[in-house]
């Protein structure tokens, strides 16, 4: 079988699609000085539909989902705009976690797991 990387660079590939499956790296938002949780999961969401199509599958075959939040007490606010994007009757699992991410402007991170 075929490894199919996608923006993939010298450190890592924003998804990677092998055997029916697509994985996506952590996405994160890009503009993050001053912007909610909202703002920076509405674009994050957006970045994992963009790869999702690349690869051929949608955000109605997603198997797994990982949520970093850097403060829990966003967990609320995040999920509202969860609910808003997730495909009726197709949740997938998920996690969701507060964690210290890697840049302290950045309040989520999201990975999903999808079928194509």
Known sequence: MTI???????R?????VYGGV???AGQVAKVTQ???????ATEILQSIDRLLTEAGSDKSRLLTAQIWLSDIQDFGEFN????DWVAPDAAPTR???ESKLVVPA????????AAI
């Open 4 to 10: 199919v990387r996608i923006d993939s660079g010298a």
């Open 106 to 113: 950045l309040k989520v991170e999201i990975a999903v797991t």
């Open 22 to 24: 697509v994985s996506t």
């Open 12 to 16: 890592m590939s924003q998804a990677v």
């Open 34 to 40: 001053g912007e909610s949780v909202t703002a920076q």
């Open 95 to 97: 996690a969701c976690v």
């Open 80 to 83: 509202k705009v969860w609910d």
